[in-house]
């Protein structure tokens, strides 16, 4: 079956200390991840691609196929950073994003 | 510029009654979609458009009606309202489902039945 979890529902962090979101998917192919995030009542936007390779923001993610992890790291949290994040999965050829529950960042002053 | 939009962006109905949500994106993509994000912010597909073509139908009661008018538009049609269906409902966007091509979203409708 497909799957995306992500463990945690709300993590709450102070500025300044690392954070990481975690990410584990389960999918029978190659996978293609992403994180979308979701500031108060705005649309969702891409923060990171795995096959990028990218850092935005201070994020980065790898993709760890062994443990069929994503997880979303920055080294130094700001209070900008609180928001809705999301791990996604693509399934298939159709663009279909299979999301995972979502975990709330909160990083406190 | 607005890359999708949606419209209404909150709409307040009763049960039993019929309504639509518009989306229109301006990015020249072929393929749309549908999310419905209940109130535990859980987010699932629930459609998707490719050149007007359905390629996606979740497990969806056929309440819901997706229509695709062109390859900018994708409208969803809500028969016969029932106060599970209050949610958000976000359009999305995107060029194909090829590796690598990132889904835009429009803001969202806030659908609340009473």
């Known amino acids: 079956a497909q799957r995306v979890t992500q463990p945690e529902k709300l993590l709450s962090v102070f500025k300044g200390a690392p954070v990481e979101l975690k990410c584990n998917y389960s999918?029978?192919?190659?996978?293609?991840l992403f994180w979308y995030v979701q500031y108060s009542r705005q649309r969702l936007q891409l923060l990171l691609r795995?096959?990028s390779r990218e850092s935005i923001k201070g994020f980065t993610a790898d993709l760890n196929k062994g443990e069929t992890s994503f997880h979303l790291k920055k080294p130094f949290a700001q209070e900008e950073d609180s928001a809705m994040y999301y791990c996604?999965?693509?399934?298939?050829?159709?663009?279909?994003?299979?999301f995972g529950q979502g975990t709330t960042l909160q990083v406190k002053p | 510029d607005t890359a999708v939009s949606q419209t209404p962006k909150y709409l307040v109905t009763q049960m039993g009654n019929d309504k639509s949500i518009k989306c229109e994106q301006n990015?020249?993509?072929?393929?749309m979609y549908w999310y419905k994000q209940d109130s535990k912010k859980f987010l699932k597909i629930m459609f998707s458009?490719?050149?007007?073509?359905?390629?996606i139908n979740e497990t969806v009661p056929n309440r819901f009606s997706p229509k695709s008018p062109d390859k900018a538009h994708l409208n969803l049609h809500i028969n016969s309202l029932e106060l599970g269906d209050s949610a958000v409902y976000f359009c999305?966007?995107?060029?194909?489902?090829?590796?690598?091509?990132?889904?835009?979203f429009g803001p969202g409708t806030r659908l609340t039945v009473t």
């Open positions: 999305a966007s995107s060029q194909g489902g090829r590796r690598g091509r990132e889904q835009y």
């Open positions: 990015l020249g993509h072929d393929t």
């Open positions: 458009y490719n050149n007007k073509e359905l390629i």
């Open positions: 795995h096959i």
């Open positions: 996604a999965l693509k399934s298939g050829n159709t663009g279909k994003l299979i």
């Open positions: 999918y029978s192919g190659s996978p293609e």
